[in-house]
């Protein structure tokens, strides 16, 4: 493949012979008189290497390296000097230069040393390209595990909302018909008045729950109380159970050391795993149990239900993604498979146990901090 590159330079002379030279060499040269121009060029285009020299007025080599990585993480940048000194070589390192080659540069090796670039290079967009698909694919699975629990509660809202027409309805005939000084009216205005409010802020309490489970996932990892985010997703999962035959029950161990975790992905892991114990357990009823407990270094977080269980033939692809057992519009299949993503990223680990006809219980492993562990063994 043709290396592209940027040669970097302020004497022209140097610019014009060596850009020739590489030409000749088969590469796709450009070339850029300033740093400045360098980053501009940068900016627009993509180059498998720059070669930057160190010694260049204005903006130097090393403060033109310092902008280029913290634009494009991915450049390789080999820089040229006439003189280079042990310290400077070191800082250039340390700011991510790829390699530090003294004037005249002989060109087999800096061949070479493009080569190498291009590769390097390609691995680091492959790896950005990779981490954005996984990004992308949480965000995706974040909104659709939402809308498993909004349809399931969606008649959570819509009883409160019959109520409040009813109501409001019932007003308008009074408003109509009655006398309104009559006393006893007063009192039934009033009534259904406050029930409207009543009906009106569990409505307005469901959506707020949904809306904050909706917010775009923010993967960013802090120190985190795992129970209280089992809490909350218990409460907006409750939702969704209140008219079934499903009671949710939590054994929280208060001790639990802070995990460090992205809160909104621990959401996600938790809501999907109960959106699928929920789906489990059917219409029949049944409970979910949820723990909370430290283990050795690991905190666990076990979700039981008593469902339908899943046949050992199965259990090797639930994790796959897209593998679903559930009608068409009902399962996506990508709630466990998110789930295994980001329990992976964090260093745990997602195991499980079931038994056809009794039940199911996911064990989530999640690396806890080795001093929090200690202070309390
Ligand atoms: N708690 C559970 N009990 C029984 N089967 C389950 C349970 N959790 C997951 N499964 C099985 O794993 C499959 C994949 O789950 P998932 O990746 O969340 O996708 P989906 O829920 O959209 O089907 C489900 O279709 C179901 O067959
Ligand atoms: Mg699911």
């Not at 974040?142 to 959570?156: C, P, R």
């Not at 999962?237 to 079934?244: A, I, L, V, Y």
């Not at 008593?306 to 796959?320: A, K, S, V, W, Y």
Request: aromatic share 2%; with cysteine; net charge negative.
């Amino acid at each position: 493949m043709t290396e592209k590159i940027l040669l970097v330079d302020d004497e022209k002379d140097f610019l014009s012979i060596m850009s020739e030279r590489m030409q000749a060499r088969g590469m796709d040269v450009s070339t850029a008189a300033s740093a400045k121009e360098a980053i501009q060029l940068a900016e627009v285009e993509s180059f498998d290497a720059i070669i930057l020299d160190l010694q260049m007025p204005g903006m130097d080599g090393l403060e033109a390296l310092k902008i280029l990585k913290a634009k494009k993480p991915e450049i390789q940048v080999i820089l040229l000097t006439g003189h280079a000194t042990i310290e400077k070589g070191v800082e250039a390192m340390k700011l991510g230069a790829m390699d530090l080659m003294e004037k005249p540069a002989d060109l087999k090796t800096l061949t070479e040393k493009i080569k190498k670039a291009q590769t390097k290079k390609m691995i680091l967009v492959e790896k950005q390209t990779e981490e954005k698909m996984k990004e992308q694919e949480i965000e995706a699975g974040k909104l659709t595990s939402v809308g498993e629990l909004a349809s399931g509660i969606a008649h959570e809202i819509n009883n409160p909302i019959a109520i409040m027409v009813e109501e409001a309805g019932w007003l308008s005939d009074l408003l109509n018909d009655e006398d309104l000084a009559n006393p006893q009216n007063l009192e039934e205005f009033r009534r259904a008045l406050n029930q409207i409010k009543a009906q009106g802020g569990r409505c307005k309490d469901i959506t707020h729950k949904l809306l904050f489970f909706a917010k775009k996932t923010d993967s960013r990892v802090r120190e985190v109380l795992i129970n209280d985010i089992i809490e909350e997703i218990v409460s907006i999962s409750e939702e969704r159970t209140k008219d079934s035959k499903v009671k949710i029950v939590t054994h929280l161990d208060p001790e639990l050391p802070k995990v460090a975790a992205s809160p909104s992905e621990m959401q996600q892991v938790l809501l999907n795993l109960i959106n699928n114990a929920i789906d489990a357990i059917g219409t029949g009823g049944g409970s979910i149990e949820i723990t909370s407990r430290l283990d050795g270094e690991h905190v666990i977080i076990d979700v039981a239900d008593t469902g339908q269980g899943i046949p050992n033939e199965l259990m090797n692809r639930i994790f796959d993604p897209f593998f679903t057992t559930k009608p068409v519009g009902k399962g996506t299949g990508l709630g466990l498979s998110i789930c295994y993503g980001i329990i992976k990223k964090m260093g745990g680990d997602i195991t499980l146990n079931s038994s056809v006809g009794i039940g199911t219980t996911f064990h989530v492993h999640l690396p806890a901090p080795k001093s929090e562990n200690q202070s309390h063994q």
